[in-house]
């Protein structure tokens, strides 16, 4: 086997294991259907962990973490339906085997091959990445991080029913199940603990909530072993999960308990955990030298639970196969498998950045050009940034069935600032509804929601509490389209109160002036409204986007605008705008003023503190034009470009911080696209925002812009 598939130990047992069986059975039933198929599913599985490691010796493989011991969970896909969601973890090959071969039209092991070798022509990611997802097999590619994929699947299940209650095409049958697996180390991590609290939360209240939970428990993360039983213990007997256990190393125990598990599932509609107990074989990865923090004699130990030998002493014990038949399958598997792996590892793969971020582009472009009706009958009374905002959102929920509004406090309260009071009377507890307090479970119910035929509009409570929770964004929302070429989108609109300036309420969590962990997020486009007018027809923008080009869109909102009235004096009520009967485009700016002597660049607050500032500088005699970008991603660079151009003199005034902040990205396009006039920076400092008037001790301040502006126009060539 050298140099043909690499020499592996599990792979001479095998060998050795089933060529020493003896004896020939009368054939009785094995109790499950189709054995034969399952077995190929295992085999399969198995001889594409080899394909990888030979791949990775030869140069021509870049993946090499395997499913090997794991090929119990080819009975948990016989046991669901082909039309059931599934989210499955990077060792469930032997499910996405089996699921395949429920499905005409698919070639699995070409497909797994083709991502091992990052070829342009692997069907769901197109070399981007090796996953387990296909869009006709109803698999939704995961590059999950740790059980990141934990919070969709709870969107995924809650959405079966939700999209009906709606009237909403949905892609999943009215009795889908959805089923998710992850392994023992995962069931650990914060996500899983809130995935699994956030579904029994649901099913609580009564919610329909179809979720198969499947931990494919091997004992070991890694090199670090879970306790024994902890798997059990831990969710063993939580009430309201239905726990289901059995031997992934047993095919008819793992295909009993699984049936079991999946028919109570699609019957009662709530979750349920399957227990897969498994083992590891071949270590974490081909790079892993299992030795180093394992005993020889437990490594060993493993060989005897090895399922892919268990189901053929199976297969040989109940004479389907006679052990020569067995070996037999086993290396004709293998010599489809190489050949598979011979053809595949010379495929063109991805050669230029322009190929890699195809989808990134794709999406921006379509959002860019995504046609915006007018937001709304145009005028009425003035309206403050809130009312407005509220106003847009009853908008879009008139216009837009598939669209649900939901976060803390939302629905009956409408918000900590009133923002969304009267949303849930007018469009109904089904579409505007309060969450739990958890802000990984609100973006994962989106994210859910969003590949299943809705449009969300969650809401984060404050800027600050986005980073408990920034990788349903990053880890999941943004990489979606990317990893499944745009096959499957995240069409979502999460809204977020931020920004500084409270008065009489605050503290760093309440203040918050940080987006860096959002900025730099590929795909993303940041809103980022100030006006009343512009956040209106902006959030109407941002829904078209999300809804006919799937982007993630995220909608900063400043709270200490909100309700803000006035901007140079008290009663002038400047600050009020009427509804918008325009529509605004994705990157454009829009400017204040035609001065000659500066341009203000800014955004959210800054754009509120620079217009007084410009007052200011007009009756000093210095002619100043102010830009509100707000967009933060895509910035509007032409538009940037045209007005510094104007004036030669470029103040950029951001309320983020200095280190970090939106500034720097403002500064470097100017640099990048040529601008060559006088630019200043003037920021917030390198602070957390403390409690109370100590704030503006940190925050930008009007006296801060107006002097750098004065020294900026001051230095005259």
Aim: hydrophobic share 40%; glycine share 10%.
């Amino acid at each position: 086997m050298a140099g043909v598939s690499g020499t592996e130990a599990i792979d001479e047992h095998f060998t050795a294991t089933v060529s020493a069986l003896t004896g020939q059975s009368a054939a009785t039933a094995l109790g499950i259907p189709n054995p034969l198929a399952l077995f190929d599913a295992q085999i399969g599985s198995r001889h594409l962990d080899l394909a990888a490691r030979w791949l990775r010796s030869e140069g021509k493989g870049y993946y090499t973490i395997g499913s090997s011991g794991h090929e119990g969970n080819a009975a948990v896909a016989a046991t669901l339906r082909p039309t059931d969601p599934a989210l499955l973890h990077y060792r469930s090959g032997g499910f996405y085997l089996a699921r395949a071969a429920q499905v005409d039209g698919s070639d699995p092991l070409r497909d797994v091959l083709l991502g091992l070798v990052a070829a342009t022509a692997e069907p769901i990611s197109g070399g981007r990445h090796k996953v387990f997802g296909r869009h006709d097999l109803n698999i939704i590619p995961q590059t999950s991080t740790i059980a990141s994929h934990l919070p969709r699947s709870v969107g995924v299940a809650f959405s079966i029913a939700r999209t009906r209650k709606l009237g909403v095409a949905c892609p999943w049958p009215e009795d889908a199940v959805t089923v998710c697996s992850f392994g023992d180390a995962s069931a650990n991590h914060s996500t899983t603990v809130g995935a699994v609290n956030a579904a029994l939360h649901a099913a609580y209240q009564g919610l329909p909530m179809p979720l198969l939970f499947v931990c494919e428990d091997n004992g070991i993360g890694i090199s670090t072993p879970t306790p024994h039983g902890w798997i059990a213990r831990a969710y063993g007997d939580r009430e309201g999960l239905r726990y289901f256990a059995a031997d992934g190393c047993d095919l008819v125990d793992a295909f009993d308990t699984a049936r079991t598990a999946a028919d109570w599932v699609r019957r009662e509609r709530k979750p349920a955990l399957l227990h897969l107990r498994t083992v590891r074989l071949m270590g974490h990865a081909g790079s892993d030298y299992e030795p180093a923090y394992r005993r020889p004699a437990d490594i060993l130990a493993d060989y005897e639970r090895d399922p892919v030998v268990n189901t053929a002493k199976l297969l040989v014990a109940h004479g389907i196969l006679t052990p020569a038949e067995v070996v037999q399958r086993y290396e004709a598997k293998r010599a489809e498998v190489m050949e598979l792996a011979r053809q595949v590892s010379d495929y063109p793969q991805l050669d230029s950045a322009t190929a890699v971020m195809q989808p990134l582009r794709d999406t921006l472009d379509e959002g860019r050009a995504v046609s915006v009706a007018a937001p709304g009958e145009p005028g009425g009374e003035p309206l403050t940034l809130a009312l407005a905002i509220n106003a847009a959102l009853q908008n879009v929920l008139q216009d837009h069935p598939e669209v649900i509004v939901f976060g803390e406090d939302i629905a009956r309260k409408g918000g900590v600032y009133g923002v969304t009071r009267g949303l849930q009377a007018a469009a109904g507890p089904a579409r505007v509804f309060d969450t739990l307090l958890d802000e990984q479970t609100i973006l994962g119910l989106a994210l859910g929601a969003g590949v299943s035929g809705l449009v969300s509009i969650p809401e984060i409570q404050y800027l600050a509490y986005l980073h408990n929770a920034a990788d349903q964004i990053r880890g999941e929302g943004a990489t979606l389209p990317f990893f499944s070429n745009r096959q499957y989108r995240n069409p979502m609109v999460v809204r977020i109160a931020g920004y500084g300036y409270q008065k009489g309420f605050g503290g760093h969590f309440h203040n918050d002036n940080s987006i860096a962990a959002i900025r730099d997020i590929p795909g993303v486009v940041i809103a980022s409204p100030a006006r009343p007018d512009d956040a209106a027809a902006m959030l109407h923008t941002c829904v078209a986007a999300a809804k006919d080009a799937g982007a993630v869109c995220v909608f900063l909102e400043p709270i200490a605008l909100y309700h803000t009235r006035d901007l140079y004096t008290d009663g002038d009520q400047r600050w009020l705008a009427r509804y918008p009967g325009q529509p605004v485009q994705i990157g454009r700016a829009r400017t204040y003023g035609d001065g000659n002597d500066l341009t203000i660049l800014t955004f959210g607050n800054g754009l509120w503190l620079s217009l007084r500032v410009a007052r200011r500088l007009e009756q000093a005699g210095i002619g100043t034009r102010v830009v509100d970008l707000r967009w933060l991603s895509p910035l509007p660079v032409e538009d940037m470009l045209r007005e510094a151009d104007a004036t030669g003199r470029v103040l950029i005034v951001d309320e983020t911080r200095r280190s970090g902040g939106v500034g720097e990205g403002v500064l470097a396009e100017l640099t990048d696209h040529g601008y060559t006039g006088r630019v200043q920076r003037v920021a917030s400092a390198d602070s957390f925002i403390p409690l109370g008037d100590a704030a503006l001790q940190v925050l930008l301040s009007e006296d801060t812009i107006e002097a750098a502006a004065v020294k900026l126009v001051g230095e005259r060539a």
